[in-house]
């Protein structure tokens, strides 16, 4: 069955994240575990917003935790997890332990234990939500694109949730192919003009993984778009 899209247009980080807290206040109304995983990029925009504006219900449990993290300290400006501590984000609530060199010496340890430590949160939640950016060149959380088809499905379409590998600009720990269905609700957030083309081509085309990651996306049922960008034909 074809994903649906539920395309959401905005104007700002604000009404962004307050399409995320609709569906988490929709969530709430029925579930008392609620997981929250989220991307780096422009999406810690959207997160700071919704840091702000979100109110925890007495009710309901919360854990948190991001798609992709490079392998750097807590400290540098480059992670990830670094800024949504930094801004407090749902601090009342707990979060999975960074895969960062200030938790583990070695990057496989990191991603071995982020992958055991995120089942162990879906099997937690009764509710759970992805919050992921795309790239120019097509990638979502840590997936980058590869020339190599066979090199890419060994890497991120195994049964691993995460993994931990040596990209380009990174050493990097980030979720795969197979954490997409697990998760209740998949957010798309693309902010931007530059992102337009990558956009349009994701929603009508069906592109090999390898070449545009974020299809990988499309393992959900339905992808809930967030963009201040007019799509064609939308």
């Known amino acids: 069955m074809p994903t649906r899209f539920a395309i959401h247009k905005i104007t700002d980080n604000l009404e962004a994240a307050n399409s995320v807290n609709q569906l988490i206040s929709e969530?709430?109304?029925?579930?008392?575990?609620?997981l929250i995983l989220i991307s780096g990029g422009s999406a810690l925009n959207l997160a700071e917003e919704l840091n702000k504006n979100f109110s925890l219900t007495e009710t309901v449990a919360y854990r948190w935790g991001v798609v992709d993290e490079r392998f750097v300290p807590l400290t540098s400006e480059d992670s990830n997890f670094g800024q949504l501590l930094?801004?407090?984000?749902?601090?009342?609530?707990?979060?999975?332990?960074?895969?960062?060199?200030?938790?583990?010496?070695?990057?496989?340890?990191?991603?071995?234990?982020?992958?055991?430590?995120?089942?162990?949160?879906?099997?937690?939640?009764?509710?759970s939500i992805g919050i992921f950016g795309v790239g120019e060149d097509g990638h979502t959380s840590g997936m980058k694109p590869m020339a190599n088809e066979p090199q890419f499905t060994e890497l991120f379409a195994g049964s691993k949730l995460a993994v931990g590998y040596e990209a380009d600009d990174y050493k990097r720990v980030t979720s795969t192919m197979?954490?997409?269905?697990?998760?209740?609700?998949?957010?798309?957030?693309?902010?931007?003009?530059?992102?337009?083309?990558?956009?349009?081509?994701?929603?009508?085309?069906?592109?090999?993984y390898n070449k545009q990651p974020v299809q990988a996306l499309k393992l959900s049922p339905e992808i809930t778009i967030i963009t201040d960008q007019k799509l064609e034909d939308a």
């Open 27 to 34: 969530a709430e109304q029925e579930h008392a575990k609620i």
């Open 86 to 127: 930094d801004m407090g984000f749902l601090e009342s609530s707990g979060h999975l332990t960074p895969p960062t060199p200030d938790n583990f010496s070695e990057l496989d340890e990191a991603a071995d234990t982020y992958n055991t430590e995120l089942k162990a949160a879906l099997e937690w939640a009764t509710y």
């Open 178 to 208: 197979a954490l997409i269905p697990y998760l209740s609700d998949v957010v798309l957030f693309v902010n931007g003009s530059k992102k337009l083309k990558v956009l349009n081509s994701f929603i009508r085309e069906d592109a090999p």
